[in-house]
C-alpha cells in the first residue's frame, strides 16, 4: 500500500556507482512508478544490473541517493529492504526442497511452520508447480526452476519485484509464453516490477515504461510505443528496433535543414521505378536501386542504394508478393517513399555508422 | 622400416579404439592389481592377525580364530588409550574446523589473484619441510625456556600460564610435555587438510546465493546457518575425514609432545615392535578403522555427502 502522495516507488537521484574507474551506473535520475511494470534495456555492460542491484541492495551508491517508497534507502542492507529478486541464475538453494525454497522468505521472517507451507503451496499454484513441491531444484527443468523463482520471490508480497534476466536461459517458445504470463501476474498481484534485459522485443512487449541505458546513464525513458517511435538518439533508433539514419546532404536534400534523422524501415514505402506517388509535400520520394534483398516469410527486407550514395533499409510485407516475385526485387531500379512525419530528428550521433 | 612400424601402431590404435573395454582394462590393471594385492590384501591380513591370540608362555602367535585379543583391548588400560586418543581426536578436529572455516571463507570468497596466491602459499608451504623438523621445532618453541613461555611473559600473563599448566589432564610440567602442547601441534599439523577441503566446497556455492539469502530477508548470520554451513558441510567432513584419521594414527607425535602415557599409533609400535604381539597390534589397529567407519555412517545420516 503506497501512502497517498508517493506514488514513486523507485527513485534515482543522480545515483553512482564506480567499479574501480569505471562508473558502471553514472549520475542516473529515475522515477519507477508504483505498481507499474517498469524495465531496464540496454546491452551488456550499459549498467541495467548494477542499477537492479542498487534497487536490492547488493550494491551501495557511491553517491547521489536512491529513495524507495519515499525513504532514504541508499545504506539499507538487502535484509531491510521491502524488495524481492528474481536472479538470472534463479540461486535457488540446492539442499532445500522447492517447498522449502519458497517458504525460505516467511520462515525468516518466523512465519510459523503450518501456515508457511500454506503460503508456499498457494504461490506454487499461482505458478502452476504445486505438484512438484517436494523435488529438489536439480530435478526442474529450466523453465520450472525460473517459476519457482519467482513463487520464492512473489510469496512474500514486496511492493517490488526485480527480475535480472528471468528468461534469459529459456528457449524462445518458452520465452513468448513467459512474456505473457508473467505480464499477466504482474497485473494480478499489482506489485511494482522492475524487469532487465537486453531483448528490446521483450521489453516493448511486457512494459508499462522503459528506460534505455548505455555506458551507465539513461538515454530515453518512456513507453514503449513513445521509445519506438520518437528516439530521441541514434542509439536507442538502433537498439530498439532497427532503423535508417540520414545524415549529410541526403539529410539536408529530404529534410530541408541539416542534422541526423532516423526513419524505421516500415516506415518507407517501395514503388515501381517511376511510379507517381501521392500526397505531394508530406511525403519525401527517392530514387534508387535494389542491391540486396532477403525473402524472411511473412516479410521481406530490401536494402536500397539510393541517389548520393546511402543505403536504405526497407522492410515490406509479404501481402502480395510471393518469394519469387522477392527473388526478381535483385538489382531493379525503385522509388521510395515516406511522410516526412515519420522522421524523427536525432540529438545525438555517437556509435552511428558514418 | 619406420613405415611398417607406424603401421602397426596405427593398426593397434584402431584395434583399441573399436574396444574400449580393453583399452580401459589395460589402464586399470596396474592401479587395481595395486589396490587389491598391496592395499586390501594387506588391510585383509591385519584384520585377520587380529583374530589370532599370542600364547603368553610361548610367545608365538596361535593362528586359531578367536575374539580374545579384541577381548584384551578392553581391559581398563587398553580402553584408556583408545578413549584418550578418540578425544584428542575429537578435539583437534573440533579446533581445526573452527580455525579452518574462516581461513577457507576468506580464500573462496574475498581473495583474489595475489592474495589466492599468498593463502595457498601460507596453507601449504608448511607442508613442504619435513614433519619431523616441524614437529621438533613445536618442541622447542612449546618448552619451558621455549619461545611460547617468553612470549607469553613478555604479555605478562605468565600466571595465567601457570594456571592452565597446573590444571588436571590438560597440563603437565611445561607446554611441550601437556596435552594441551600436544593439542596445539596436531591442530596445527592437520590444518591445511581442513582448510582447503572446505575451501572447494564453499567455491561451489554461488554467490547469488548468499544475495538471495539476504534479499529473502536472511541476516548474515541467518543466511550462514541455512545456506552456507548446509552447503559447506560436506567440506567440513572430508576435511574432518583427514583431521580425525590422522590424529588417530599418529605415533610420533604423541612420543614427542606430551605426557608419557600412549597412543593409538604408539600401542601398535609397542605391540608389534617389542612386544612381538602382532594380533594386539593389529586389533588396535582395526580401532581407528572401525572408528572411521562410525564416524562416516554418523555423517552419512547428517546428510554430509547429499550434495555430493
Known sequence: ??????????????????????????????????????TLLGPSG?????????IAGFERPDGGRLFLHGADSGALPPYERDVNTVFQDYALFPHMTVEQNVAYGPMIRG??????????????EQVKLAELAARKPAQLSGGQRQRVALARALVNRPRVLLLDEPLGALDLKLRQQMQVELKALQRQVGITFVYVTHDQEEALNMSDRLAVMRAGAIEQVGAPGEVYEEPRTW???????????????????????????????????????????????????????VVEVAYLGALSRARVEIEGGATLTVVLQNADAGHRDVARMQGQP????FRRDQVRALEATEGAPA | MTGAASSARRRLSSFLLARPRLALAILLAPPLSWLGAVYLGSLASLLVQSFFTLDDYTGQVVRELTLSTYGQLLTAANLDIVLRTSAMAAAVTVAAAALGFPLASLAARHARGRMRALFYLGVLLPLWSSYLVRLYAWKLILAREGVATWFVQRLGLLGALEAVLELPVVGGPSLSASYLGMFVVFVYMWLPYMVLPVQAALERVPPSLLEASGDLGARPAATFRHVTWPLAFPGVVAGSIFTFSLTLGDY???????????????????????????????????VPIAIMAGY??????????HAL
Open chain 1, 111 to 124: 512465519v510459523p511452520r503450518a501456515r508457511r507451507r500454506r503460503l508456499a503451496m498457494e504461490a506454487l
Open chain 1, 46 to 54: 550499459s549498467g541495467k544490473t548494477t542499477c537492479l542491484r542498487l
Open chain 1, 1 to 38: 500500500m503506497s501512502p497517498p502522495g508517493h506514488p514513486v516507488a523507485v527513485r534515482f537521484d543522480g545515483v553512482v556507482r564506480r567499479f574501480g574507474d569505471v562508473r558502471a551506473v553514472d549520475s542516473v535520475n529515475l522515477e519507477i512508478l508504483d505498481g507499474e511494470f517498469f
Open chain 2, 296 to 305: 562416516l555412517a554418523v555423517a552419512r545420516r547428517l546428510g554430509a555427502f
Open chain 1, 334 to 337: 525503385v522509388r521510395l517513399s
Open chain 1, 235 to 289: 542509439f536507442v533508433a538502433s537498439f530498439v528496433g532497427a532503423s535508417n539514419l540520414l545524415t549529410g546532404p541526403v539529410a539536408l536534400k529530404l529534410m530541408g535543414a541539416p542534422g541526423a534523422y532516423s526513419v524505421r524501415p516500415e516506415k518507407i514505402a517501395l514503388h515501381q521505378a517511376g511510379a507517381e506517388v501521392q500526397g505531394g509535400g508530406d511525403r519525401a520520394v527517392l530514387d534508387g536501386r
Open chain 2, 252 to 286: 610420533i607425535i604423541p612420543g614427542v609432545i606430551g605426557q608419557s602415557n600412549l597412543f593409538i599409533g604408539q600401542a601398535v609400535v609397542i605391540h608389534q615392535g617389542t612386544a612381538g604381539n602382532i594380533p594386539l597390534a593389529a586389533a588396535f589397529s582395526m
